[in-house]
């Protein structure tokens, strides 16, 4: 079987060995793929944004199965391109990826379904939203309607950093036509877990539960970032939460998600808030996290191509993921001044590590063949051990063996959670 994989970061990477392991594939390409990821796949130069290029090379070159895992091609419709040519994809139609292009289509569907998240106001025109930040209670969230990188949501503790941020967005164009309209939420507490589920459109199977270090530097302080690491599982996802989330969040976005006419296929991702109100959705992606996928992958049990197939086909009840009991961390090693500016073009160097495995991100290969770094966020060293201390532990000592001369990682991934076991 040729299977190809859209994309070129960590996340890709790890579904690039997971998706290794099954001897059926007889070949595996990443399109663009990156330095670290030609050493598993044979990597391709077309951008995940490249739509056209990505079709005509599935065309030419006989692909059986694609996995499209980054939001932009989702959003653009590279699955729908692809199966009007007869090639399967993992991942969701332009229409169900809107869930997260739309940050405004994703919550008028849990209104309309009644599924729990945050109070919040639609605004399009830049003077009603002015108005209601003179007045609403504080702090306040307000988000960008369309993709932003991540960049799109401001907490704003004042109504000056509330004005700036709808100024910002609506006025000045700071996120493009992403940010022409906009929500004003409330804002919740508690603590946040990301829950990755398969679903083919009827049946949900969560995966292991993760949680995401959003912010630049260690005690969640600094700019927010893609994320500088995770741990799985999450200790705050508790049994009897993982149950309330499957009938009062999981379950309903499903069915909400068939009944409007797209139903979901590919991995739907739960940004969930545990309030003292019961879980609610902060956001849902349309893909895999990055850098969730980095330490749930590696605790899958099961194959996943043939879990890929079957979302794809409808047979997911038959063919569920299985999880070990094990405890994963990922530490990110980022190029210093990351999400700001840096240098890059740093030789890499990496030892293995027992207990560990690597995931490329920002490297490219020299003409002679040397990995250097070209990217953010360069690289995870993910650590799979019996108990999340040992995760942790095991994670940090391998970035002794692995990295480059800029790399930047904060050293508190995992002590939240290894608070909340104790
Ligand atoms: P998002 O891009 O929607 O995941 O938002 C980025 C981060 O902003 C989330 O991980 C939360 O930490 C925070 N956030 C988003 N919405 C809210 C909200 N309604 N209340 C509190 N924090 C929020
Ligand atoms: N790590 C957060 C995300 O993938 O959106």
Redesign the pocket.
């Known amino acids: 079987m040729k299977v190809m994989v859209v994309g070129g970061g960590g996340r890709e990477h790890a579904i690039v060995k997971s998706l290794k392991k099954n001897a059926g594939i007889t070949e595996l390409y990443c399109l663009p793929g990156n330095g670290g990821i030609a050493a598993d796949a044979v990597c391709v130069p077309i951008g995940a944004k490249d739509t056209d290029g990505i079709v005509r090379f599935a065309v030419e070159n006989g692909i059986d199965y694609a996995v499209v895992a980054p939001d932009d091609p989702l959003v653009l419709g590279t699955v729908d391109r692809l199966n009007a040519e007869g090639i399967p994809c993992f991942g969701p139609t332009a229409a169900a990826a809107r869930i997260e292009g739309s940050?405004i289509f994703a919550k008028q569907l849990m209104k309309k379904y009644g599924i729990p998240?945050?109070e919040?106001r639609v605004f399009t025109d830049p003077g009603d939203a002015l108005e209601y930040v003179a007045t609403c209670p504080l702090?306040t969230?307000i988000?960008a309607d369309g993709l932003a990188l991540?960049k799109?949501?401001i907490?704003a503790k004042t109504r000056g950093e509330a004005e700036t941020a709808v100024r910002e967005m609506m006025i000045s164009g700071r996120f493009g036509d992403s940010g022409r309209q906009i929500l004003i939420?409330?804002?919740?507490?508690g603590p946040?877990v990301s829950v990755l589920a398969f679903t083919d459109g009827v049946t949900v199977c969560p995966m292991i539960s993760s949680m995401?270090h959003?912010r630049a530097h260690d005690g969640n302080e600094g700019p927010?970032t893609g994320g500088m690491g995770t741990v799985a599982p999450n200790p705050y996802y508790t049994d009897s939460v993982a149950d309330e989330c499957m009938k009062t969040i999981f379950l309903p976005t499903v069915r909400a998600m068939a009944a409007e006419g797209c139903p979901f296929k590919g991995c739907l991702y739960f940004?969930l808030?545990l309030t003292t109100d019961g879980p609610k959705v902060?956001?849902y992606n349309c893909r895999f996290g990055d850098p969730e996928t980095q330490v749930v992958l590696p605790l899958l049990e099961n194959d996943l191509l043939t879990i890929m197939l079957a979302v794809t086909d409808g047979t997911l009840d038959a063919n569920r993921p299985v999880f070990s009991d094990k405890h994963a961390c990922c530490v990110i090693e980022a190029s210093d001044g990351y999400p700001g500016k840096y240098a890059s073009g740093f030789p890499v160097k990496s030892e293995p590590y027992p207990g560990t495995e690597i995931f490329y991100a920002g490297v490219k290969l020299t003409d002679s063949g040397e990995l250097v770094t070209s990217g953010g966020r360069v690289l995870g060293i993910t650590a799979v051990a019996d108990s999340l201390a040992e995760a942790v532990k095991t994670a940090y000592a391998a970035t002794g063996k692995t990295g480059f001369e800029n790399a930047y990682y904060r050293k508190d991934i995992g002590a939240e959670a290894l608070k909340a076991v104790r």
């Open positions: 940050k998240t945050a919040f702090p969230v988000k991540g799109g949501v907490i939420e409330q804002c919740l507490t946040e995401d959003k927010n940004g808030m902060i956001e």
